[in-house]
């Protein structure tokens, strides 16, 4: 008999309350924004009004830095991974709000995004800011950043393509390092500007210091 073991994830889904309006953000906007991974591999370029660059951003929280990047780039086109309901909501309303067209979402485990949704050769950037940094020794299994994931964000990047990590927490910030200096298909990169996350600025308040990281593929 084969004993299936359960993936191990990198993230857990927090029980936050939502809000009337992100609630009624996803009822009536998820048809506008939302991207499905049961729809399998997507054409890019059929999901956006203009065929531009786009962007991936793995986690993006309560979503304010991406909307604000989107707002801010209308020649790019963004896509957001994110399981946190409240967060999805939040962003929804806000994209809404600003009448972007440039914005996409899955409400889904990003790793089951990449492997069976998006094209090869297709993206011109991934960004991941501020993962869970799982400090404690036996739980770094559960960090989002290891050979694997970097080897499944690999192909969807075109040639050139950037990816940029952003973190508060120094070991996990030399974890990150180790982890890409091992792997011959990414180089460095100069670190693009980004807007402040929620997160971040709380962060940087109690005097944490950022460390953001960038290569692209070789």
């Known amino acids: 008999m084969t004993v299936q073991r359960k993936p191990i994830r990198s993230f857990v889904i927090r029980k936050g309350r939502m809000s009337d309006g992100q609630r009624r953000a996803l009822t009536q906007l998820w048809d506008q924004y939302g ?12 999901q956006f009004d203009k065929d531009q660059d786009v962007t991936i951003e793995i986690g993006f929280g309560m979503g304010d830095s991406l909307v604000q990047m989107a707002a801010d780039e209308p020649g790019r086109n963004f896509i957001g991974i994110e399981v946190h309901r409240p967060g999805i909501g939040h962003l929804l309303r806000e994209a809404d709000a600003r009448g972007l067209t440039n914005l996409k979402v899955y409400s889904e485990d990003s790793i089951e ?3 069976h949704c998006i094209p090869d050769a297709s993206i011109a950037g991934v960004q991941i800011f501020f993962p869970d940094p799982w400090p404690k020794k036996r739980h770094h299994k559960r960090r989002l950043i290891q050979g694997d994931f970097l080897d499944l964000i690999l192909p969807r990047l075109r040639q050139g393509g950037m990816l940029h990590i952003a973190t508060d927490w120094e070991p996990y910030a030399q974890w990150i390092r180790e982890h890409l200096e091992q792997h011959a298909g990414y180089v460095s990169a100069k670190v693009p500007g980004r807007p402040k996350t929620k997160y971040e600025s709380r962060g940087l308040a109690l005097g944490h210091d950022v460390t953001d990281i960038a290569v692209r593929k070789a």
């Not at 049961?38 to 059929?46: K, P, T």
């Open 113 to 115: 995004v990449l492997k």
């Open 35 to 46: 991207l499905e991974s049961s729809d399998g591999l997507i054409d890019l370029r059929a």
